[in-house]
């Protein structure tokens, strides 16, 4: 089992639709999960960060955590073009070992 | 504030070479990690230090090594290099030694090993 995993992809959604992004981890005294967006051929960009069950909003942007279920999401409201990347979930187990998914790519089709 | 930094952008070597990349914490940050990065996959966690102590390594051999300075800037020396070795290396600062803190990636350094 892998210690964080994500449905790869690729999703679509068209401009102005939520996009959903889902992430799952395997250890249960993991305290803090990050999201990340990488554009192709640029260095991953921190977009939000959530530490407590429930949601956390910031923009366009909402974190969803679930401890219970291992659970972590983003949802990205009123999408747009510029939204296309490739989304990273990130979460530092209890060994202080930092990490990351695969991925999901999205692309917002105009 | 200063972003994180990393040199060189670039580098080309040949297996069985040595390298060193070298990454410039964020303005009051203590906390570097490194990260290899193979194309189409996630960040994968090679190590981290915190004031100067390396603080957590993932699974990688111990030809990876690194070093932190007293600035919090730091180095990621490979030995030996293999063909596998070719990746995004990237470097992330945070304020503190625990993995509960965000991190800000620099550009990254594009390794190939022919």
């Known amino acids: 089992q892998k210690e964080v995993e994500q449905n790869s992809g690729p999703l679509s959604v068209p401009e102005g639709a939520i996009a959903s992004l889902n992430c799952t981890y395997s250890?249960?005294?993991?305290?803090?999960f990050f999201w990340y967006r990488q554009y192709s051929g640029k260095s991953p960009e921190l977009i939000m960060s959530?530490?407590?069950?429930g949601d956390k909003e910031d923009g366009r942007f909402t974190a969803q955590l679930n401890k219970a279920s291992q659970y972590v999401s983003l949802l990205i409201r009123d999408s747009q073009p510029s939204d296309s990347a490739t989304y990273l979930c990130?979460?530092?187990?209890?060994?202080?070992?930092?990490?990351f998914g695969t991925g999901t790519s999205l692309t917002v089709i105009p | 504030e200063t972003g994180v930094t990393q040199s060189p952008t670039h580098l080309i070597k040949t297996r069985g070479q040595q390298v060193t990349l070298r990454c410039s914490s964020q303005s009051g940050h203590n906390t570097v990690s490194w990260y290899q990065q193979a194309l189409g996959q996630g960040p994968q966690f090679i190590f981290q230090?915190?004031?100067?102590?390396?603080?957590g390594r993932g699974n990688f051999p111990p030809r990876f090594s690194g070093l932190q300075f007293p600035n919090y800037s730091s180095e990621l020396n490979v030995n030996a290099l293999e063909l596998d070795d070719s990746a995004l290396y990237l470097c992330?600062?945070?304020?503190?030694?625990?993995?509960?803190?965000?991190?800000?990636f620099g550009p990254g350094t594009r390794l190939t090993v022919t």
């Open positions: 990130a979460v530092p187990n209890t060994g202080n070992q930092f990490y």
């Open positions: 959530i530490y407590s069950n």
């Open positions: 230090y915190y004031r100067e102590e390396e603080n």
């Open positions: 250890d249960r005294g993991s305290q803090s």
């Open positions: 992330a600062s945070s304020d503190g030694g625990r993995g509960y803190y965000e991190q800000y």
